[in-house]
């Protein structure tokens, strides 16, 4: 959540990944901070990929942005999670949540206002 938003065309230091499932990988519309290796890869997202990316993303696309700063995540149920909600989103069956830090934050780090 402090990272990327569930909410359509709202980007944060990551792509919303509101309408992830079944996207190309590096192809959100207004998020420019994407790696040349995760654009080049050639991914689309689904649960086979999603589960590839959140166990070792380094690993999953070597030379992603995203591997250094989110290692992985390692439950193996976590991920399924992850991925159930992702997929229900996007078929319209979950809403994204607010408040927290996704309602604070919205920002694109490689553009902070002069006071961040």
Same mark, same amino acid.
């Given at each position: 959540?402090?990272?990327?938003?569930?909410?359509? !065309? +709202?980007?944060?230091?990551?792509?919303? @990944?509101? =309408?992830?499932? /079944?996207?190309? #990988?590096?192809?959100? &519309? *207004?998020?420019?901070?994407?790696?040349?290796?995760?654009?080049?890869? !050639? +991914?689309?997202?689904?649960?086979?990929? @999603?589960? =590839?990316?959140? /166990?070792?993303? #380094?690993?999953?696309? &070597? *030379?992603?942005?995203?591997?250094?700063?989110?290692?992985?995540?390692?439950?193996?149920?976590?991920?399924?999670?992850?991925?159930?909600?992702?997929?229900?989103?996007?078929?319209?069956?979950?809403?994204?949540?607010?408040?927290?830090?996704?309602?604070?934050?919205?920002?694109?780090?490689?553009?902070?206002?002069?006071?961040?």
């Amino acid at each position: 959540m402090t990272c990327h938003s569930a909410k359509a !065309g +709202v980007n944060m230091t990551g792509p919303s @990944l509101a =309408a992830i499932w /079944g996207r190309k #990988a590096g192809t959100v &519309p *207004g998020f420019g901070r994407y790696s040349d290796a995760l654009m080049r890869s !050639g +991914v689309t997202w689904n649960a086979a990929t @999603l589960y =590839a990316w959140l /166990g070792d993303p #380094a690993r999953f696309i &070597p *030379g992603n942005a995203m591997g250094p700063m989110f290692p992985s995540l390692p439950s193996a149920k976590d991920r399924a999670d992850v991925i159930a909600f992702l997929e229900a989103l996007a078929e319209g069956k979950a809403s994204a949540p607010g408040g927290g830090m996704m309602s604070v934050h919205k920002g694109d780090l490689k553009q902070p206002p002069p006071d961040a």
